[in-house]
């Protein structure tokens, strides 16, 4: 395994002259800004007090960091929360972050930036000198493992990365909250994917134009095949796969017939371009009683003559690739179904979705009241705030009596999300959906009884913005469920809510488009809104193998 930085190996014996860069900002919630903090907390952990520090500092002075390009054996001390390991080498205090490493290895990489800023080291990984106990090179499914930026855990064996993964969520609520430790309760175990390898719905593999593209003058088209697949980490030039063992059998067999295409029509291209491969289920109920009589199902002649069949208890599912961007695909979650464009974002785990929203449908109503001289009121309202093409709204909306509205800002996700509610028969009674922007947001639920609605959020990676967490404290539901694909942001944004106020250190973060109101308002103040206590935090592993976890957190409102 190499796990190189391919565009900048300079070869030979001498090490490569590399340029000093401009380190940009740390932008909040990004992977750089994970890593530093999981830097700086294993320093604190390690107890060097401020004489400590500064003496260590004065030392790595004395003993010059290696030169870019060099060589060095590194021992991993633990993961980061980004998937890379931080590593040390012996007699110094410097933190060298090295990918597809885990705990207890000692490895060799090649030194690729000192960021004097954040006072750590980019490393290339190499190779293993000596194994972590934790390390099984076996498990490796992937030939491109080391390489290929897509996957950091294959060496692992799956209960190993469902408790990193935990770790991940603890440390998020650690060092984003700004919570004290008594208001986070106890992470929960990470609920695990059924699939760990061949789960993927949709992967997008990549190609670059010819060279010199961008030159002025007459564009010239691609004259030879080009590398498809992925950039690897610290790279500028496509990794060339030819299979991705975490892609669906489908997807897999999508990504090879592409290939063949591409090895015939490359010379069309003058730039370069993103494949989609997108998984499309046709589903065939299997045989059925109706009384004394028996009515087999069989496959409708337009199932195309290469798909993949899976076969279950009541149906037959024939998997098809769809490469067409605004083609429309279906898929099923236990016996929903929803349609999206293909090139929409929809979750990209199948196997994963059925427990996974079976849980939040079990957790998305309080438990029942102890005994208490006035109950509280039955909660008969769903509001799903970035509903998208509605898997919430229609997956939970049987459970409340006030019906379900799911909200976004997107007119093409709303569309989408109608045309499932019908394919699911409901009707707009028990689950409707609004386009709207910020300033119409709850405005659009006016009529619901905050005491008797939930709220459920699904933001994109950058969370929540100061904007609709105003609203949403201005509202005030009696139960928010809070699901993200980052963990570090919803972090943040749920100490907001815990701490009831919005302002500050909040104010100007945009997360999502959703919060635009009141944008630079107020600015340095905060205002106080409802208050919110965590219920519970767990981790789902919508992306096995990988450093990625999803995060449910259940919150509920304080009275009194």
Known sequence: MN?????????????????????????????EEVLLTDIQSLLASQKISDGEQEESTEQNEAQPLPEPGSEIDVEVIELSSTGDGLAKQKGSDRIYAVPFSVPGDTVRVKVYRHLDEQGYTVADFISVTKASPLRDNSRIQCQ??????GCQFQ????????????????????????????????????????????????LTPHFDGPPGMRRRGPRKALDHMPPIGFTPKGSTKVLDIEDCPIGTDAVRKGMKMERERMAVEYGKYERGATLLLRENTQRVPKSSSQGNSTTTSTAPDDIPSDSVKVETDSYTDYKTCITDNNAT???????????????????????????????????????????????????????????GSGLFTITLSSLFTGG??????ADKSIAFARRNATLNGLDEAQCRFIAADAPELFRSVSAYDPDETVVVLDPPRKGCDAGFLRQLLSFAPR??????????????????????????????????????????????????????????????DFFPQTGHVEGVAILNRVDG
């Open 404 to 409: 379900s509205t799911g909200i976004d800002i």
């Open 479 to 540: 139960r928010v469920v809070y699901v993200s694909c980052n963990v570090h942001t919803q972090a943040r944004d749920v100490g907001v809510l815990v701490r009831g106020e919005v302002g500050g250190a909040e104010e100007g973060k945009n997360g999502s488009g959703l919060g635009e109101e009141g944008e630079g308002e107020g600015e340095g103040k905060k205002q106080k809104g409802a208050r919110y206590e965590i219920e519970s935090l767990r981790g789902f």
């Open 155 to 202: 060496m692992l064996e799956y209960p190993e990365q469902l408790k990193l993964k935990k770790r991940i969520v603890e440390k998020a609520f650690k060092n984003f909250s700004q919570l004290p430790p008594e208001l986070v309760p106890a992470i929960q175990e990470t609920i695990g994917s059924p699939l760990q390898y061949g789960y993927r719905t949709k």
């Open 329 to 387: 695909t279906t898929e099923y979650i236990d016996d929903f179904v929803f349609t999206n464009p293909a090139g929409a974002f929809f979750q990209n785990n199948s196997s994963i979705l059925p427990p996974f929203t079976d849980y939040i449908r079990q957790h998305i109503l309080p438990p029942p009241p102890s005994t208490t001289a006035t109950p509280p009121k039955p909660i008969k309202y769903l509001i799903d705030a970035y509903s």
């Open 144 to 149: 491109y493992f080391g390489r290929c930026s």
């Open 3 to 31: 796990g190189k930085r391919m565009a900048h190996d300079g070869g030979g014996d001498k090490p490569k002259k590399f340029k000093k860069r401009k380190q940009k900002p740390v932008q909040e919630g990004s992977a």
